[in-house]
């Protein structure tokens, strides 16, 4: 056990959190901002550090990300300014930003969050999109909630 906690100590040593995104990482700037194959001109924001490891895993999304460090919350008492919200601002007001993609959790507090951040980001010339909500892949329609049930058809869109 000894050399393995020793290993382990020496990497959350060196731990560190990326100045642009807020990923935690070894490097400052982090491994996918100092990527040059990523897209900079898309941008996806996501409440947490765990969050933007999930997505990334997927390789689904080419550009780089924006971690807010939270979501609103009247009930735990966090206000804009606890999150680094001027900070995505201030990124998509530097310009070079086509897409800014929220990544919000489909939770009350993180759908507010994204509302706020959609009001924020309104007067930039940007593409403003956000995560649909429906039915998981190998959901089945009589498991799914109401809520997840109600996203799904309101998010519904042409055959084909
Ligand atoms: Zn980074």
Redo the contacts with the bound molecule.
Sequence with gaps: MEPLLRALEAVNERLVT?H????V?TV???G???DPRRDPRALCVVEDVSDLWALDKSRLFPG??HVLGGRLSALDGVRPEDLTIDGLVARVEAGGIDEVVLAMNATLEGQTTAHYLAERLERFPIRLTQLAHGVPVGGELDYLDEGTLAQALRARRPVG
């Design positions: 990326c642009l995104c807020g990923n990482d400052d700037p982090c996918i901002c100092a780089r990300f």
